[in-house]
């Protein structure tokens, strides 16, 4: 799925619901979204009578602390396996454990 910016918002309301050009289905083929994703762009813009716009309110980025990239770190190291979190770590740890005892 493509990054949606409020240009080619604008765009896919002209297109699909001003000009009348095409199909929702064209019309996400062409930006790289769903269908569903087009309709409801539509929707809003019937319902507001104006251009929706993002939000630019999104879930902030975290970032991990040293102990948790050392975490990920020993386990890549030992295991060659992804542990995203603290909490994988001690799932598998725990899975490891049981497993061999």
């Not at 409020?6 to 199909?23: A, E, L, N």
Request: aromatic share 6%.
């Amino acid at each position: 799925m493509v990054k949606l910016s409020d240009r080619k918002i604008r765009r896919i309301v002209r297109h699909c619901h001003i000009k009348k050009d095409g199909s929702t289905k064209e019309a996400a083929r062409i930006y790289g979204v769903s269908v569903r994703r087009i309709q409801q762009i539509v929707k809003e813009y019937k319902e507001r009578g104006e251009m929706p716009v993002l939000k630019k309110e999104r879930r902030p980025r975290t970032h991990l602390t040293d102990e948790q990239k050392e975490i990920i770190e020993n386990v890549w190291k030992e295991t060659r396996i992804v542990v995203n979190s603290k909490e994988q770590y001690n799932t598998y740890n725990y899975q490891v454990h049981t497993f061999i005892k």
